[in-house]
């Protein structure tokens, strides 16, 4: 038919959007059925409607002046011809749409179809709408499988038995449709897809089980430039760079984006004690850094939104940038699976496993003062770890195992020789199907793992206890349109202690077992650690042990005195009580250190001993004070403090463990809006912020964003504040986008880096 042939390029379409280009051809028709001579049928423009189709498809927020439309879901543009109207009795309209850079009919990545004729649920309509006199509304609607990305838009005319005239009418991007019940990521609740899609501001769950904060984030899924970013990064994934025919048929897959946004979101160069580890070369967005040292970057703790990131990665050419914790990681996912259109979330596990061995085991290893040692296993529990749930069909799965899935951007070993981990079914974790694609089993031991605490002494190992429900607490995401915590722990698992949690225990760790006695432990992920020999010795056992408590009949506890505020002496007490009814003589060594968030200890700095005398059923107080000057030098920028007490009873070699984390606290920065928000019209905003420290602190910077009221990040420069300095600076702003708003702010200084604080506001649409 030669639809290929296209001319040289033609005028600007109506909308801007691409061009029309003159046919190669034109020629004079006639023969039955027509009236007279007529001439070929010529388009002179053409119209994409951006903006009316963007509202419709969610995407104006995006873009007015761009197409960019969801499959399974119709959109409308107009032809205007040049020299007469459409005659169906007489023209043939077929339009070809491609995308990728290697356009294939069989690949489903070029796809050709005509006006007024249906296909299969597979493929591309075009359908006739309303008809002027020398123009022609027509309606076209990608199948909910279709591939998303840019698309080419052409169109060629056949004038009865003439030659073809072929024309580009324009490009347009194609997203993900969670509005449409034929798309695997259709999601059929209003609020859940405003929350989930639309909503560009959120919090990210930080600190403890005991103390859990909001940290607000930015994820601005809809600012200028960011789903081109998107598109960019899917072309710079490994994928693509191999076969980026076969990378740009599976796009259409939610599985598939998924598992390469995950693996794109985190580079493998990462910084851990401050050597490079995984540093094959790529172009992964952000750099990871668990040592400390951030002099050649950003502070994780310092970031307050997405934007940033993704902009400066596409500034410095797909440069990775540093630095991130799994928390950066999880929010700069979540923005760009919205911004493609696939319902997403971020979800923070505190008291996170991290089992490198596979037996569901995390061993913690303390030596006779109480302090937690390195492990050499590597295994961990991280005082929080945060991931994202994306919504989608799982068609590779048996039935029911769609809906959340776990996509961890911070994954600690490869999946199909990838650094990303899932999408592993929600349910298929509670349920302890760790038989499941993807990395199943990985993920249920971040929430479900038994905890093996162990005495090293003299080059020997004491087992101390294991404690079946250390692991997977208060698994939390932000609440649906409100900025409520929601608790999704029973998501995850069934409640602690309770015979179905033991029972799909031990359900997973047969699974398990079965898989490595067949040499197929982990098919679809290689360890990057050998595995432990004590796969089927007594660590392994799901029966939990009796406590040291139980045996030596002594209780130990600590007890914060006041609440842990930065800047503050830490005072608490160790509570001892004797349930027998014998004398009881305790030793117990006590120390503190510093934890970085993924369970890493840093060295000891306050130790004591306390020698306990207790009379039967008698409790008693042993008071301690950790002085700010003693403990302030030693500090991470997670401010974790880990408190221990290892108690021996003279007359028992049991020992009893017992500790406390604590999350030392800053007072939050205050933001006032000053006056009514309206769009396009000028707002102040006062921003509140001191120092708590007794101490001047210098380097001080405020940082502030906001997707619609800020065009970027806004960065003040402080200085100096003096010891419990408060200050007051109004910063003005034009808003350009209406609806709710979120405010995000951060203060940072050379002794401490995230102080945050945020506003939400409503702007108006302006009279």
């Given amino acids: ?55 419709y498809h969610h995407t104006e927020d995006i873009s007015v002046d761009h197409l960019l439309v969801r499959r399974g879901q119709a959109f409308n543009i107009t032809l205007y011809f040049r020299n007469r109207g459409f005659l169906p009795v007489v023209d043939n309209i077929i339009f070809v749409v491609e995308t990728g850079p290697l356009p294939d009919l069989a690949k489903g990545t070029r796809a050709v179809f005509s006006l007024g004729k249906h296909g299969g649920p597979r493929s591309w309509i075009a359908l006739p709408e309303m008809q002027g006199d020398t123009s022609l509304e027509v309606s076209l609607c990608a199948p909910p499988m279709a591939a998303v990305g840019r698309y080419v838009l052409k169109v060629h005319i056949n004038s009865f038995q003439g030659t073809v005239s072929a024309y580009q009418l324009g490009e347009f991007i194609l997203l993900f449709n969670p509005w449409c019940p034929g798309d695997a990521v259709y999601l059929d609740s209003e609020p859940q897809r405003q929350e989930y899609v639309v909503n560009d501001y959120g919090f990210i769950y930080q600190g403890n089980k005991n103390w859990i904060r909001p940290c607000p984030w930015n994820y601005g899924q809809f600012e200028d430039n960011i789903i081109d970013i998107c598109l960019e990064l899917l072309d710079k994934s490994l994928n693509f760079q191999i076969d980026p025919a076969t990378d740009c048929a599976l796009r259409g897959n939610p599985v598939y984006i998924s598992r390469v946004v995950c693996a794109m979101v985190r580079s493998p160069k990462c910084q851990e004690g401050g050597s490079q580890i995984n540093s094959n070369d790529d172009n992964g967005v952000l750099n990871g850094n668990w040592s400390e040292n951030y002099l050649d970057g950003v502070n994780p703790a310092e970031w307050t939104g997405s934007v940033a990131i993704l902009k400066k990665w596409h500034a410095t050419g797909c440069q990775p940038v540093r630095y991130g914790q799994c928390w950066v990681f999880a929010a700069v996912m979540c923005t760009v699976m919205r911004c493609l259109g696939i319902p997403t979330r971020v979800t923070t596990n505190f008291d996170s496993g991290h089992d490198t061995d596979g037996n569901l085991i995390i061993d913690e290893y303390y030596d006779s003062t109480g302090r937690i040692l390195e492990n050499k296993k590597r295994d961990t529990v991280w005082n929080y770890h945060v991931w994202n749930e994306c919504w989608m069909a799982r068609q590779d799965l048996p039935p029911g195992y769609g809906g959340w899935q776990v996509l961890d951007a911070t994954p600690q070993e490869t999946s199909n020789g990838l650094y990303c981990c899932g999408p592993a079914s929600v349910r298929a974790i509670k349920e302890g199907e760790v038989d499941l694609n993807y990395d199943t089993p990985f993920v249920f031991a971040m929430v479900n793992a038994d905890c093996m605490s162990w005495l090293v002494y003299g080059g020997k190992e004491q087992k101390l206890h294991q404690d079946t429900t250390s692991v997977g607490h208060f698994i939390s995401t932000k609440s649906i349109q409100s900025d409520e915590r929601d608790d999704i722990t029973e998501n995850y698992k069934y409640g602690e202690g309770s015979p179905e949690e033991r029972l799909v225990f031990q359900k997973a760790l047969q699974k398990l077992r079965a898989r490595r006695s067949q040499g197929a432990f982990r098919a679809d992920s290689q360890p990057s650690r050998p595995m432990s020999q004590s796969w089927n010795s007594h660590r392994s056992l799901n029966i939990p042990s009796h406590r040291p408590s139980d045996v030596v009949q002594v209780s130990l506890k600590f007890k914060l005195l006041d609440p842990p505020n930065m800047g503050q002496d830490i005072n608490f007490v160790l509570l001892a009580l004797n349930m027998s009814s014998q004398f009881k003589d305790l030793k117990v060594n006590l120390s503190a250190q510093s934890l970085l968030h993924d369970g890493n200890p840093l060295p000891p700095f306050w130790q004591d001993t306390a020698f306990i005398s207790l009379s039967p059923d008698e409790e008693k107080t042993y008071t301690c004070k950790i002085p700010y000057s003693q403990y302030s030098q030693y500090l991470s920028t997670d401010k974790l403090i880990r408190i221990s007490a290892l108690g021996e009873e003279k007359s028992s070699p049991e020992k009893i463990l017992v500790n406390k984390i604590i999350t030392l606290t800053y007072p939050g920065i205050t933001i006032n809006i000053l006056g009514a928000a309206i769009m396009y019209q000028p707002l102040s905003i006062q921003v509140i912020f001191s120092n708590p420290l007794l101490e001047p602190v210098e380097d001080c910077v405020l940082t502030l964003e906001g997707s619609g009221l800020f065009k970027k990040q806004q960065r003040i420069l402080i200085g100096v504040l003096k010891p419990h300095h408060k200050a007051t600076i109004t910063v003005k702003t034009i ?5 709710p708003r979120q405010i995000q702010a951060n203060l940072r200084s050379n002794k401490f880096k995230d102080i945050k604080g945020y506003r939400n506001l409503y702007v108006d649409f302006a009279l």
């Fill in 735 to 739: 808003p350009f986008k209406s609806g």
């Fill in 1 to 55: 038919m030669g639809v290929e042939s296209e001319g040289k390029r033609g005028r600007k379409n109506r909308a801007g959007q691409g061009r029309v280009e003159t046919p190669a051809s034109s020629e004079i028709i006639g023969g039955p059925g027509t009236r007279g001579w007529l001439t070929g049928l010529e388009v002179a423009l053409s119209d994409l409607r951006s903006s009316w189709n963007n509202v």
